[in-house]
RNA sequence: UCCCCUGUAGCUCAGCUGGUAGAGCAAUUGGCUGUUAACCAAUGGGCCGCUGGUUCGAGUCCAGCCGGGGGAGCCA
């Protein structure tokens, strides 16, 4: 059998100018991003998307239609001639045509009279392809909380500041896969069900498939985990590091970018049970040489989402956070300043002013000790090294001193900690007598000491959490804002 | 997990020392010379979170429960 012409459905940006068709040849079928760029003043074009608003004088009206392409919906201008239809064929189309329903607008693309916008669509036709009661649809053209549209989760990404945040996510995403690529990393897929159970890191959520009220026992009454599917107890992972680490030490350059699970009862504007993490983890890499990755890591990504999400970066600067854009070029223009901890504890004690919790060597910085730092004593993005050994993990490399750790947080303005690392411990017998002095049960990680046993080499590496980094870019203020659907404490509901 | 705040119309909120329910926006209808947070007018809309108690009388006071938010801790 032959086929006619193909042309794709969906054709690459780049070429979409030229075959930008879905069976319609004739037809110029657009998203609304792309309308001033490939369509000119005249052309017949075809979009598709949502109402908006719409504002109706006695002879004309005007429907906002947004596709998600980008913030900026398209103004259809409907007159006497417009075809207004329905899919259900309904006899009042007009009336269907509001807030919320689905639309298909065919017309010519002219310049506009209105100020606001340099081209609109004057419709020969607009179809409602679905139609969104008013009397109960929930979205309404007004500002809406955001805790009434964490309610309606499957609805608000059709609101602007979720849509903004949804691109800026994706392209902060995009931009965390380019940073690496450019720079021969290679991806890991690290696995999600882990069997370790400690890294000391908080509760997990447990993975099992035993009848949890009825489960196989030991003489003694405890659960017998032998009989489950794993025949050990397993668990969802709450970090992808020590796997990666074993592919640093044989590719050199890896890094993980995934979900990772944390089964805390913390109910904070900072945490979520289900979030997304990025870890690279660099072999032959000391902690100054980790250090600078995180800072041009975060330079280049901030930079670069600055340029292609400008639009919706200029609308979290107008109405999330202003002068959110100013700061961000900061950060990316200015060198990141760095403090070992004991200087840290100096700044703070020096500081002249009360703190909730009194600093001092030892104990951990709380969240206003690094907004300090960070904000008022040195005004731009700084990088704390050489922790106390006792507040950080077993396995980061230990110090001459006997005392830190080659650890390493970078703390920005307004939100403190966004990135933790640390060169990691690469002799064996020091990583193994940490475990031991901690308790740990050293068997479980043999596979991680051999690591350090076979062709061992200075690694280090950095965990962000994906969610406060958009939080920090955009200026959000709540976790719960900035991922699709939150998971926390008592809530799975979508 | 602890501390604080809060549940009143579709949404955001007001409602005083207890006296029988209000505003703005949204919706509906009509009007309007191309609007853009459109405008003007009219209309409809309430188990005042739930249960119990005090009282002649409870949105208001008390107790318990449930939901939401913020802060702290833990951390990313």
Not at 204 to 222: K, Q, S, Y
Request: proline share 5%.
């Amino acid at each position: 059998m032959r086929r006619a012409v193909v042309r794709p459905a969906f054709p690459p940006l780049t070429a979409c100018a030229t075959a930008c068709y879905i069976s319609r040849p004739t037809m110029k079928e657009l998203r609304i991003r792309n309308v001033a760029g490939e369509a000119s003043v005249g052309e017949e074009i075809e979009i598709k998307g949502w109402v908006r608003t719409r504002r109706a004088t006695k002879n004309v009206s005007f429907v906002e239609i947004n596709d998600g392409s980008r913030l900026s919906s398209l103004q259809v201008v409907l007159d006497e001639n417009t075809e207004i239809r329905s899919a259900g064929g309904s006899e009042d189309a007009d009336s269907l045509l509001q807030t919320g329903a689905s639309v298909r607008a065919r017309g010519v693309l002219q310049e506009s009279p209105g100020g606001k916008q340099e081209v609109e669509l004057l419709a020969k036709s607009i179809r409602v392809v679905g139609p969104a009661p008013a009397d109960s649809y929930p979205l309404q053209k007004k500002r809406h909380s955001f805790e009434f549209l964490r309610d309606i989760a499957h609805l608000r990404p059709r609101t602007n500041t979720f849509g903004a945040v949804t691109r800026l996510r994706n392209a902060i995403s995009s931009q965390i896969h380019s940073f690496f690529q450019e720079r021969d990393f290679c991806w890991i897929h690290t696995p999600i069900i882990t069997g370790i159970d400690a890294e000391g890191a908080g509760n997990l959520f447990r993975v099992t498939t035993l009848d949890p009220a009825n489960p196989p026992r030991h003489e003694d009454g405890t659960v017998d985990y032998g009989e489950d599917f794993f025949e050990r107890p397993a668990y969802l992972a709450v970090t992808g590091q020590l796997n990666v680490e074993a592919f640093a030490c044989s590719l050199e350059r890896a890094y993980t970018f995934g979900p990772t699970f944390r089964a805390e009862n913390s109910n904070t504007t900072r945490h979520l049970a289900e979030f997304w993490m990025v870890e690279p983890e660099v072999a032959f890499c000391d902690l100054e040489c980790n250090a600078d990755l995180a800072e041009e890591f975060l330079k280049q990504v901030i930079g670069r989402v600055l340029e292609s999400q400008l639009e919706d970066m200029e609308f979290f600067d107008l109405r999330i956070q202003k002068g959110l854009i100013e700061t961000l070029r900061e950060v990316v223009e200015k060198p990141f300043e760095r403090i070992t901890y004991a200087r840290a504890i100096e700044l703070l004690q020096s500081a002249g002013r009360p703190f909730e919790y009194t600093p001092e060597f030892g104990s951990d910085l709380q969240s206003e000790h690094e907004r300090y730092l960070t904000e008022e004593a040195i005004g731009r993005p700084v990088v704390v090294t050489d922790y106390p050994k006792e507040i950080k993990a077993f396995y980061m490399k230990q110090n001459d001193d006997e005392r830190t750790v080659r650890a390493m947080d970078v703390l920005v303005p307004g939100l403190g900690e966004v990135i933790g690392g640390s060169e990691r411990e690469d002799d064996r017998e020091r990583l193994e007598g940490r475990m031991r002095e901690l308790g740990m049960d050293v068997e479980s990680y043999r596979w991680y000491l051999d690591l350090r046993r076979f062709g061992s080499v200075p690694h280090s590496g950095f965990g962000l959490g994906l969610e406060r980094f958009i939080m920090y870019a955009s200026g959000m203020q709540n976790i719960r804002d900035v991922i699709a659907f939150p998971r926390t404490p008592g809530n799975v509901k979508f």
